[in-house]
Structure formats: structure tokens, C-alpha cells
């Protein structure tokens, strides 16, 4: 359940961070890309869904995912995908886009704290 998760840990707790990351994919069918977003003292403020495709690839809109970042006043995010039915590993294409994105967020003075592959109750950090 997301709502059982300690949202005020997520940003420090790697364990809690990963309970939140594994509530918000549970039963997705189908590749979803999530950004959670942070203020400038890492309190927890929301997550939007910013991209998504079939199993095998979440598409994102950069221009849209940074809009609502800093309309919310984030300054940190963890980007966040699921691979339903696969691997929690990181492709090749998995890390391209999180290079781009780091440059883009970065240019819009939003920090990249982390980005993670989600597939079922198995999370991992790539990409920084």
C-alpha cells in the first residue's frame, strides 16, 4: 500500500524508498516512468507519472516532466521506472535516457538524486 509507506523517509532511507518504489508499481502491466519530487530540504511533495509505453518501453516527455517539477518547487527528484515482468537491470537505452535527463534537470536546477529500476519486489540504482 503506497499510503503505508513513510513518506517523510523516503528521500534519506533507501529501505523506505524502496517500499514506496514497489507500492506505486505493484500490478502495473505495462512500462511506467514515475518522477518523485523533493523540495530544497528533501521533504517529500508528490509523484507524477511521466511517461509510459508498452512492456518493453517507457516513453517520457522531458519538457513536460520538468515543467512539473519545478511547478511544484522540487529541487531534488528520483526518477523511477518499472520493467513488468523482466529484470530489475537497467538497459542500455535505460541509461542513455537517465544521462539525458540528468543534463536537462540539471540545466533546470533540479537534482537527479537517483534513478531506479523497479520489476516485482527487486529495485536497482543505475545510471549516477
Known amino acids: 500500500n503506497l499510503y503505508a509507506c513513510d513518506t517523510t523517509r523516503i ?13 506505486l508499481f505493484d500490478g502495473e502491466e505495462n512500462e511506467k516512468v514515475y518522477m518523485i519530487m523533493f523540495s530544497k530540504t528533501k521533504r517529500y511533495i508528490g509523484f507524477e507519472l511521466i511517461g ?3 512492456s518493453s518501453k517507457g516513453e ?11 511547478k511544484s518547487g522540487a529541487t531534488h527528484v528520483i526518477i523511477a521506472h518499472n520493467h ?4 530489475a537491470l537497467a538497459s542500455k537505452t535505460d541509461a542513455e535516457s537517465a544521462e539525458r535527463l540528468n543534463v536537462i534537470f540539471s540545466d ?5 538524486a537517483a534513478h531506479y529500476v523497479v520489476a516485482g519486489h527487486k529495485c536497482k540504482t543505475y545510471g549516477k
Open 84 to 87: 513488468p515482468g523482466g529484470l
Open 60 to 70: 517520457i516527455c522531458v519538457t513536460n516532466a520538468t515543467e512539473k517539477a519545478l
Open 108 to 112: 533546470a536546477g533540479i537534482s537527479v
Open 11 to 23: 528521500f534519506s532511507d533507501v529501505a523506505e524508498r524502496e517500499r514506496f518504489l514497489y507500492a
Open 52 to 54: 509510459e509505453g508498452l
